[in-house]
């Protein structure tokens, strides 16, 4: 990335904004995958994903084996956060969390009867819901099927998200114990009020024990995950947060901004609407939130998170070599994602396979001996080009389009005419910089990399059965 992309940049008066907030304020992807989950297939099953498994296989014995990830998703919390927009079971029943492990066990047997001695792993990660729902012994059983299954590799990344209100010293030294070497903690933000209003409650000192428990603890990598645009936030209680979390000095930071989302997430509903920052305030937290962590010495990594200079994300962002899967951020090599439970997404050979949302009907599928799949995508020659561009835009937020022109072997200022034709406008709004054989978004533009990958994406302008149904939550 050009070393004149300055903080500067990002950091514009809010009248200076106020009409590209309101030019570019729009629901939009995410783009955790391209094409992106609204898009999928109903009528897609367990053959298509027993097949790529099938083809993974096939090519191990051909002499090209390929690494893979882990994902597994434990969907169970003891409360219901009203910001939260993930897949979750709400249960105070300790007896729940062992039938779903076992679950996990017959299916990771379902996938290694495909795989045969494709077993190399590189990565693991353990998302929610709350994995320390689980208990530590829980927790062993469940590597202890891993292994069972798969080949984990010595140096394999081995990570999971964490709510520090539910998860004991024992949980995190047995944690370690395991080879679970990176660890995310949820925080959000410290102040009470907000607190309170989002049902989060997590005492400030709560938050730094914990964090001083992992950091003690030994692991390598810590991440604090926040939110931005929740009810009650104002500059000055963000602030307060942020100054705090620098403090701590966790190795990397996730901020989010909040997706409001409630004809998705009902129970979002219960937030007070009038008490949500404007567009222009979540401007404001955004701008703050990147001048603070600079000052404070994190590098900007993606569209949301932040590490220190010596994390393996900031030595990533410099190479331009970040990725970016289900699981996050990453600087592993490409994989094959195999992930197991309730609603969780593998990619496997150019193919996204998500799994029922639904827990009973996850048991029954399991319990008869098939996969669980339920919904995905078979991506096209075209999808696949056009995801590489927008994870290199998204990751990296810059693009040389030499490496693409050479993998897919087309000229991409040909096909992407159309595209680069749209790109002039916001390069005139100084989101982006069109150079010769590359394309950079600006400081300006980081908040609104959405909008520059919207461009590229090419399922937004056409029409769905269900127009009136909001999919995508507001870009700002």
Partial sequence: MSEDTSAADATLGQGDVAPLLKKYDRPGPRYTSYPTAPVWRDNFGPAELSERLDDLRDCAAAGMPRPLSLYFHIPFCRERCLFCGCNVVISRKDWVSDPYLERLKSEMELFTAHLGDVREVIQIHLGGGTPTYFTPDQLARLMDYVHASF???????????????????????RLRQLG?????????????????????????????????????????SIN??????????TEQTFDRTLARVIEWAPDRVAVFNYAHVPWIKPHQKQL??????APALKFALYN???????????????????????????????AERLRRNFMGYTTKPETDVLAFGVSSISEVGGLYAQNTPKLMDYY???????????????????????????????CNLALDYAPLERR????????????????QDHAGDGLVRLLPGRLEVTARGQLLVRNVAMVFDAYLEKPREDATTPVYSRTV
């Fill in 272 to 277: 007070p609407v009038e008490a949500m920052p």
């Fill in 180 to 220: 679970f070497n990176r660890i995310s903690m949820g925080v959000q933000d410290l102040d009470p009020q907000v607190q309170e209003t989002v049902h989060r409650v997590q005492p400030e000192d709560l938050t730094g024990r914990f964090y001083q428990l992992c950091r003690d603890a030994g692991f390598a």
């Fill in 151 to 173: 080949k984990v590799s010595a140096g394999a990344e081995i990570a999971l998200e964490v709510d520090p209100c539910v998860t004991t010293d024992e949980h995190v030294h």
């Fill in 224 to 233: 604090m995950d926040l939110i931005y645009g929740l009810p009650y936030q």
């Fill in 408 to 423: 897919y072997g087309v000229d991409f200022g040909r096909y992407f005419a159309v595209e680069l034709g749209k790109l």
């Fill in 288 to 318: 703050l939130t990147l001048r603070r962590f600079r000052e404070g010495g994190y590098e900007p990594i993606g569209m949301d998170h932040f590490a220190l200079p010596g994390d393996e994300l900031a030595q990533a962002r410099r």
């Fill in 364 to 394: 029954r599928a399991v319990d008869a001996k098939e996969l669980a799949t339920h919904r995905g995508v078979r991506m096209t020659q075209d999808d696949r080009i056009r995801r590489d561009v927008i994870m290199g835009i998204m």
